[in-house]
């Protein structure tokens, strides 16, 4: 439906700006959320490798290889849901991930959390 000049008041008109400002609003907010998890999850892997833990027990070691393997994988979706890299400037932009992969994506950095917990439990005993 095609709206006159004549048809719209400007209360309404005032109303419709500031829900659109409102809408704006939310997804930066959104897009900015998306683009801190990217950077916490690939700051959380550099943090944990470079601090990784030093323990006989392989059992440790594995389970904080998986961790970063899902960490990894979990930055790499991260990314992909904000925005990914744009390579022309006039490309539209990216909605983000498929709720399915965006669930996939919140299980893995669950699982690498607690992935770590258990290395670093595992570390403190001896074999």
Known sequence: ???DSSDITPQADDMFQRERIRYQWMLES???FRVFFAGLVFAML???IQFSIE???TSAMWLQIAAWICLLLTGLLALRDAGGFVLLQTENKFSGLVITL???M???FVAALVLLA???I???YPS
């Open 55 to 57: 323990s006989p027990s």
């Open 30 to 32: 959104i897009q900015k």
């Open 122 to 124: 595992l570390a403190t």
């Open 118 to 120: 258990i290395a670093r």
């Open 46 to 48: 550099a943090f944990s």
């Open 1 to 3: 439906m095609r709206r």
């Open 102 to 104: 965006r669930v996939f």
């Open 106 to 108: 919140w299980l893995l």
